[in-house]
């Protein structure tokens, strides 16, 4: 089993900058050495978009146009935590932020197959003046 605790949302005004945490637990050790680590986000009435990911092998991202530029995906194996800094924020980033964890490929999340097989409860991001 895997736990995914997402951490750092809140409220922030347009510009200005967050970064979340996805700390994993569990019983495989290094986790991060095993599962490619997606960020998520459900915008109110809309579909979940797969905004960016971190492989398990090379540290290999991917990044969604919407936030290319603007995001960036980090991991600290050692602390089996993923991070994704937020600048730039939009009030289009409004949005619950989810980490999960799986099996999948970079080339396979990019194109939207996300094969994930655990998932953080989410966390609120505000982008708001």
């Known amino acids: 089993q895997l736990q995914l605790v997402e951490s750092g949302g809140g409220l922030m005004q347009p510009g200005g900058s967050l970064r979340l945490s996805c700390a994993a637990s569990?019983?495989?050790?290094?986790?991060?050495?095993?599962?490619?680590i997606g960020w998520f986000r459900q915008a109110p009435g809309k579909e979940r978009e797969g905004v960016s990911c971190?492989?398990?092998?090379?540290?290999?991202?991917y990044y969604a146009d919407s936030v290319k530029g603007r995001f960036t995906i980090s991991r600290d194996t050692a602390k089996n935590t993923v991070y994704l800094q937020m600048n730039s924020l939009k009030p289009e980033d409004t949005a619950v932020y989810y980490c999960?964890?799986?099996?999948?490929?970079?080339?396979?999340?990019?194109?939207?197959?996300?094969?994930?097989?655990?998932w953080g409860k989410g966390i609120p991001v505000t982008v708001s003046s």
């Open positions: 999960a964890a799986g099996p999948s490929t970079v080339p396979a999340f990019a194109v939207g197959y996300y094969e994930m097989d655990y």
């Open positions: 971190i492989s398990s092998s090379d540290g290999s991202t």
């Open positions: 569990g019983s495989s050790g290094f986790i991060l050495e095993y599962y490619l």
